[in-house]
């Protein structure tokens, strides 16, 4: 028998079909290949897209714990004014309370209530320099509302390769006491303050005393007879003082700006005085940081006077301790409303009394 050549051929072989299958291999690798980075692809994709939802969800989560902690924080900052109490950890406790009630952890994570900053803003909604709202911070004079930052770390669902595990979501939010309406008078109490110094008190924080004899008009208190300006009148001028001041017998009655109103004279000082103290029951406030009970009274602004009259051309708001009120003495702070919304007519305290309304500015 002759042995096979080199040339000689296996049976059932050929060249072409051991190269077809050496191809299909190569093929089926690349198929393989393909597969794997479409199939990555299409896994990063749908991760990243889940993960933008998932931030998306929680940025509006955030976005709505934001607004109300600075709505809330800025009726604080409008009830510290008020009370003149200025307390910078009670408006910090009002923000976070809202932002945890909306959803913001406080279990000692990452996503913990500390995730929240906030810091306080003028009339116009400016952030004012160096004035945090947070155990080191302090109660700007000039405060009018917040501005409110919270961040939480989103995890997100993308492959272990792209290694993002969590993303950073911030949103934030101010919003701060406007003026609605012009000041009220009602109930404005029977003494009038010089425009000056009401304007020089407000702005220094100091103590005004209404019944000091620095601050007579031409010799005489400036106790006013508001009788003759329509409101209502028992009949007698030092019964009339004591009602004028208890803010309960004035009904429907107000006070105008630029109205002139005549001066009582002098011996009312005890009459007001019994109306205030009325008055600090009847309002029965929330004791202020002092423990002290309060009254907050409307006294008219005058700018400019006679030996009988002055001339009113606004309000002022005037924060008064029951124990601070005597026959003699009346001493009190004036406590500043929203910037702006004094009268159109007439010059008042530069933050003057008027309804308010907190909202957000952005």
Same mark, same amino acid.
């Given at each position: ?10 049976p ?9 299958r ?5 093929e089926?690798?690349?198929?393989l290949?393909v ?24 940025r509006?989560?955030?976005?709505t ?20 109490n ?17 959803g ?5 994570t ?8 906030a810091?306080y ?5 400016s ?9 080191? $911070?302090? /109660? %700007?004079?000039? *405060?009018? +509302? ?5 961040s939480? &770390? ?15 979501v ?6 701060s ?8 008078a ?14 020089a008190a407000?702005?220094?924080?100091a103590?005004?005393d ?9 010799g ?8 003759a ?7 007698t001028?030092a019964t ?19 109205t ?6 002098? $011996?009312? /000082? %005890?009459?007001? *005085?019994s +109306?205030?103290?009325?008055n600090?029951?009847r &309002? ?10 309060y ?25 008064l ?12 702070v ?8 004094g ?9 003057d009394?008027?309804a ?7």
């Open positions: 028998m002759g042995s096979r050549g080199e040339g000689a051929r296996v059932g072989t050929s060249p072409r079909g051991h190269v077809k050496i191809a299909r291999r190569h089926s690798g690349q198929v290949v597969f794997a980075i479409v199939a990555t692809a299409m896994l990063a994709t749908i991760g990243l897209l889940y993960s933008f939802g998932l931030v998306l969800s929680q509006r989560a955030l976005q714990a934001v607004d109300a902690a600075s709505l809330g924080g800025s009726w604080q900052v409008l009830s510290e004014l008020e009370s003149d200025r307390s910078n950890q009670a408006v910090l406790d009002r923000i976070v309370s809202y932002a945890v009630a909306n913001v952890p406080s279990d000692g990452e996503a913990d209530a500390t995730y929240v900053a810091s803003t003028d009339a116009a909604g952030p004012i320099t160096g004035a945090t709202v947070g155990p080191s $911070g302090t /109660f %700007p004079t000039n *405060a009018r +509302g917040v501005q409110v930052t919270i939480a &770390q989103v995890p997100t669902v993308l492959p272990g390769f792209v290694r993002i595990n969590q993303l950073l911030q949103t934030s939010a101010t919003a006491v406007r003026p609605t309406s012009p000041p009220s009602l109930p404005v109490i029977p003494i009038a303050v010089l425009q000056s110094d009401a304007q407000l702005a220094g924080h103590t005004y209404l019944f000091a004899a620095s601050h007579f008009v031409s005489q208190p400036p106790a006013l007879n508001l009788g300006a329509g409101a209502p009148s028992t009949g001028l009339d003082m004591q009602f004028w001041s208890d803010g309960q017998h004035e009904g429907s009655w107000q006070l105008a700006g630029g002139s109103v005549s001066l009582a004279g002098d $011996g009312y /000082f %005890p009459n007001i *005085a +109306g205030l103290h009325d600090v029951r &309002q029965a406030l929330p004791a202020d940081a002092s423990g002290a009970r009254a907050l009274v409307s006294v008219p602004v005058y700018d400019t006077a006679t030996s009988s009259s002055v001339h009113v051309v606004g309000f002022a708001q005037l924060k301790r029951d124990g601070d009120i005597s026959a003699s003495s009346a001493r009190g004036f406590v500043p409303y929203a910037a702006g919304a009268p159109s007519t007439g010059a008042s305290p530069s933050s009394l008027g308010a309304l907190v909202q957000l500015a952005s």
